[in-house]
């Protein structure tokens, strides 16, 4: 089976950074589009961004563009989220995703989440 694991979460303040590896058991993870959501309390799962199966095209959510940054390793089956000048309205479930296509992707497959938290 396919298992993806975000980790990384945690207690930021406002302003400052984290970065959130997701990694995939998978095998052929150098062909996937990979993905980043997000879910805040009372809100539907939003798109943040994505990166292509090479690692040089990313697409972002107008919210997070110019703050937050996505990176591959293909070598290490893992995709990374930089955070940076993070908000109180950042505070979400962030979860990676894998799926096929680009420009439009279809994501199939879920990593469990990991809470991040930005106080004031």
């Known amino acids: 089976q396919v298992v993806l694991v975000e980790s990384g979460g945690g207690l930021v303040q406002a302003g400052g950074s984290l970065r959130l590896p997701c990694t995939d058991s998978?095998?052929?993870?150098?062909?996937?589009?990979m993905g980043w959501f997000r879910q805040a309390p009372g809100k539907e799962r939003e798109f943040v961004g994505r990166i292509n199966w090479i690692g040089d095209s990313t697409l972002y959510a107008d919210s997070v563009k110019d703050r937050f940054t996505i990176s591959r390793d293909n070598a290490k089956n893992t995709v990374y989220l930089q955070m940076n000048s993070l908000k109180p309205e950042d505070t979400a479930v962030y979860y990676c995703?894998?799926?096929?296509?680009?420009?439009?992707?279809?994501?199939?497959?879920w990593g469990q989440g990991t809470q991040v938290t930005v106080s004031s």
């Open positions: 998978g095998r052929t993870f150098n062909t996937y589009t």
């Open positions: 995703a894998r799926g096929r296509g680009w420009p439009g992707t279809s994501f199939d497959s």
